[in-house]
């Protein structure tokens, strides 16, 4: 469930952009509770994978996005698996005739 989990919130940052925290809410499916999700953001942050905007009076993240360097990887990586199926579909086109 874990990965299930990170897949979620990562699919919903990979655009680059800021979401709030209500939108990961809702990519979470109810698979975590609001505190479980506060755990799986501290750890993002901490390893510097994401950045947390917060309300200076509260330690409850608003809004959260990916860090540049990672959001590029995960471009990288989408771009070469779209190669990758293109390639293949060649293939099995190539084998079909």
């Not at 299930?4 to 698979?31: C, M, P, S, W």
Request: glycine fraction near 2%; proline fraction near 2%.
């Amino acid at each position: 469930m874990c990965t299930v989990v990170f897949d979620d919130i990562l699919n919903t940052l990979k655009d680059g952009k800021y979401h709030t925290f209500n939108e990961l809410q809702i990519a979470v499916r109810a698979k975590l509770d609001d505190e479980q999700i506060e755990v799986v953001l501290a750890f993002l942050e901490k390893y510097d994978f994401v950045s947390r905007m917060r309300k200076p009076w509260s330690t409850l993240t608003r809004k959260v996005a990916l860090k540049p360097a990672l959001f590029e990887f995960l471009k990288k990586l989408e771009a070469l698996s779209i190669v990758e199926r293109e390639a293949q579909a060649a293939v099995e086109a190539e084998n079909l005739e």
